[in-house]
């Protein structure tokens, strides 16, 4: 009984921190209308909870959040899930270490993902959050696991914790849903500043060593340990 209800705690408690992590998506305008979505993975069980397809940001609760198993079934919900389900359950299953991913169509991000272009490490913001360029990823149908699949390929061999799929836009992850929510928000504000500085002249790329660096130092000394 105790390990029924120490479940259920979690999943409540996975249920209001997916829910409440959308608003961060359209806070940093990451979203229009229906767009995106949040899912996080119940730790120690083979589920992930995620948002409910075509339901308004609005109108999102955490009793609306929709529980999965890991090939993107229903397990507890009253919704269908979002249609990246599939998508995000690959990713869950082939990278043990994610435990969160989000998904936007943010405007500058995707823009570069409309042109199949990696974001390249020219800002030190770029270096310490994503360890070099934010790749990009091949272009996938949406609605079965096609498109986890690519964010596995690609993110199998980067240390980003975002890639840019092809025509479509961002895939973050993270070992949480909030690390998942930043690098997404974090995307989208290294492509807009990558644009604007090609508008000025051509960028100026940030050696290989200082990049090791300042990742390292981002990831292992930076903020409050």
């Given at each position: 009984?105790?390990?029924?209800?120490?479940?259920?705690?979690?999943?409540?408690?996975?249920r209001?921190?997916?829910?409440?992590?959308?608003?961060?998506?359209?806070?940093?305008?990451?979203?229009?209308?229906?767009?995106?979505?949040?899912?996080?993975?119940v730790?120690?069980?083979?589920?992930?909870?995620?948002?409910?397809?075509?339901?308004?940001?609005?109108?999102?609760?955490?009793?609306?959040?929709?529980?999965?198993?890991?090939?993107?079934?229903?397990?507890?919900?009253?919704?269908?899930?979002?249609?990246?389900?599939?998508?995000?359950?690959?990713?869950?299953?082939?990278?043990?270490?994610?435990?969160?991913?989000?998904?936007?169509?943010?405007?500058?991000?995707?823009?570069?993902?409309?042109?199949?272009?990696?974001?390249?490490?020219?800002?030190?913001?770029?270096?310490?959050?994503?360890?070099?360029?934010?790749?990009?990823?091949?272009?996938?149908?949406?609605?079965?696991?096609?498109?986890?699949?690519?964010?596995?390929?690609?993110?199998?061999?980067?240390?980003?914790?975002?890639?840019?799929?092809?025509?479509h836009?961002?895939?973050?992850?993270?070992?949480?849903?909030?690390?998942?929510?930043?690098?997404a928000?974090?995307?989208?504000?290294?492509?807009?500043?990558?644009?604007?500085?090609?508008?000025?002249?051509?960028?100026?790329?940030?050696?290989?060593?200082?990049?090791?660096?300042?990742?390292?130092r981002?990831?292992?000394?930076?903020?409050?340990?």
């Amino acid at each position: 009984m105790t390990a029924v209800t120490d479940v259920q705690e979690t999943l409540a408690a996975l249920r209001r921190e997916v829910c409440a992590l959308h608003a961060e998506l359209t806070r940093y305008q990451l979203v229009v209308w229906t767009a995106g979505n949040v899912s996080a993975r119940v730790p120690g069980r083979d589920l992930l909870v995620i948002k409910p397809s075509g339901v308004s940001y609005d109108a999102l609760t955490p009793e609306n959040m929709v529980v999965c198993d890991l090939d993107g079934r229903v397990v507890e919900g009253d919704h269908a899930p979002s249609s990246d389900t599939e998508a995000q359950a690959y990713v869950y299953r082939h990278l043990p270490e994610v435990g969160g991913v989000v998904h936007t169509h943010s405007t500058y991000a995707t823009a570069w993902a409309a042109r199949a272009e990696p974001i390249p490490c020219v800002l030190t913001m770029v270096a310490d959050e994503f360890g070099g360029e934010v790749p990009v990823g091949p272009f996938a149908i949406i609605g079965d696991d096609s498109i986890g699949r690519g964010i596995v390929e690609t993110l199998r061999d980067s240390r980003s914790p975002a890639v840019l799929m092809q025509n479509h836009g961002v895939f973050a992850v993270g070992p949480n849903a909030r690390s998942a929510v930043k690098a997404a928000v974090m995307c989208e504000d290294v492509a807009r500043t990558v644009h604007i500085s090609r508008q000025l002249g051509a960028p100026v790329p940030i050696a290989p060593a200082d990049v090791d660096r300042l990742f390292d130092r981002y990831q292992n000394v930076y903020g409050q340990r």
